[in-house]
């Protein structure tokens, strides 16, 4: 008898930028649903880097690369098109309208980055590609022979709808509102209608599966996090840690940030030191008035923190005071999954099927999210109540083994298992 050598499949992952190590949510949910193929599957890694920094980083990591990717190639983020010279801008707006590229102010492609795609697709005998972010499905248009899996985090209109420059007029401006409205439908085209023909295209959220319409495999891929198992009675005693999470780069967390330190925070600023809170921020890029507010007792502004899993771990409360963005807040997922209960606006837990005062707390006006943070340091047993409450959310509807469940699907339909 014989045995046949089954070669395995390979697969050329796109993603927006090194996901490794894993420490934002985005990355998490991407490396989570990898790595459990990485036996099965040789992924090819196809990542953009901001700069040498980013390469280092790559390198400083790169046995964790190794355990998930047989190889890793760098692509130097392109210039936006606000930083090219003029008629390059324009000619490069024209012809990403024409072609029906989406995103077109927030571009990812160039030629360069497509011709490395094709080089990296005939050195190593690709089968299928895996994108993840709308804003890199250009790929697809440009590979259409290759089967090809979209893994949408959000539907990336709702929060890159085409941003207008401010202060044009005349042929300028109509300019600008023919080239948004090219990007606008072919966002749509590629989110909702699968205009460039994925065989597979998944989704965190119901809702966002729902609104699409192409006839082609939806799969609900839901965010998902280990269970640490801590209980909320461990947490450190005599103090009350409340966690915000998220970057200033992103306007949405600066621009809740800014209401929570203007509104919020002169209405608690007297109770901290009586009820024991200490406020931590975790985010690059803090804005100077929230710096300000760093006093090294009730207040510690830490900026990056590489690993969070140690602020969750000490954490008694994550709030979330967003105004305005879209999509899944990943960051309540991973706390909630950690055994964190959530304080949070509307805005800020949309779509993950949380209810106000069973498993969240949600509150929108300033003094009512005052009153709602101090309440709770005073009142273990109900924030414990809510840890518990929201470890059977994530167990319902977030599990891992829905999510690769899902993954594995998505690869039978574009013939990789």
Request: hydrophobic share 45%; net charge neutral.
């Amino acid at each position: 008898m014989t045995f046949q050598y089954k070669k395995k499949k390979q697969v050329l992952v796109f993603m927006l930028a090194p996901p490794l190590p894993a420490v934002a949510g985005g990355d998490i949910y991407a490396v989570n649903a990898l790595l459990p193929f990485a036996e099965q599957i040789d992924f090819h890694l196809f990542c953009y880097v901001g700069g040498p920094e980013d390469v280092c980083k790559i390198d400083r990591h790169r046995d964790a690369y190794a355990r998930i990717f047989k190889s890793v190639h760098t692509e130097r983020r392109p210039l936006m098109p606000f930083q090219m010279p003029r008629l390059k801008r324009a000619l490069f707006l024209v012809w990403q309208a024409l072609r029906g590229i989406p995103f077109i102010d927030a571009s990812y492609y160039s030629t360069s980055a497509v011709a490395a795609a094709r080089r990296l697709v005939r050195k190593y005998g690709i089968d299928t590609l895996e994108i993840n972010s709308a804003h890199l499905a250009f790929f697809k248009k440009f590979l259409p022979a290759i089967p090809a899996v979209l893994v949408g985090h959000n539907i990336e209109s709702d929060i890159f709808p085409f941003w207008m420059p401010v202060g044009l007029s005349g042929w300028k401006l109509r300019f600008m509102e023919w080239v948004a409205q090219r990007s606008r439908h072919s966002a749509h085209a590629v989110e909702i209608q699968n205009s460039f023909k994925f065989a597979a295209m998944t989704f965190i959220s119901r809702r966002d599966m729902a609104r699409v319409t192409a006839d082609e495999p939806k799969l609900l891929m839901p965010l998902s996090f280990p269970s640490k198992g801590l209980r909320y009675e461990d947490k450190p005693a005599g103090v009350f840690n409340v966690l915000w999470m998220g970057g200033f780069g992103w306007y949405p967390n600066a621009e809740g940030v800014s209401w929570f330190v203007k509104e919020v925070f002169p209405l608690i600023r007297n109770e901290l030191k009586e009820n024991h809170i200490v406020l931590h921020f975790c985010g690059s890029h803090p804005p100077e008035d929230l710096r300000a507010l760093h006093d090294g007792v009730s207040v510690f502004v830490h900026g990056f923190v590489e690993d969070i899993d140690a602020m969750l771990d000490q954490a008694h409360l994550l709030m979330v005071p967003l105004l305005s963005g879209g999509g899944i807040r990943v960051k309540i997922i991973e706390a909630m999954s950690a055994g964190v209960p959530v304080l949070s606006t509307n805005k800020g837990c949309e779509g993950i099927g949380a209810e106000d005062g069973r498993n969240i707390l949600v509150e929108d006006d300033a003094a009512e999210f005052a009153s709602a943070l101090v309440r709770a340091s005073r009142e273990p047993e109900r924030m414990n109540a809510l840890a518990q409450a929201g470890l059977q959310l994530m167990a319902m509807e977030y599990s891992l083994e829905a999510s690769l469940g899902a993954k594995r699907k998505a690869y039978e339909h574009a013939g990789v298992l």
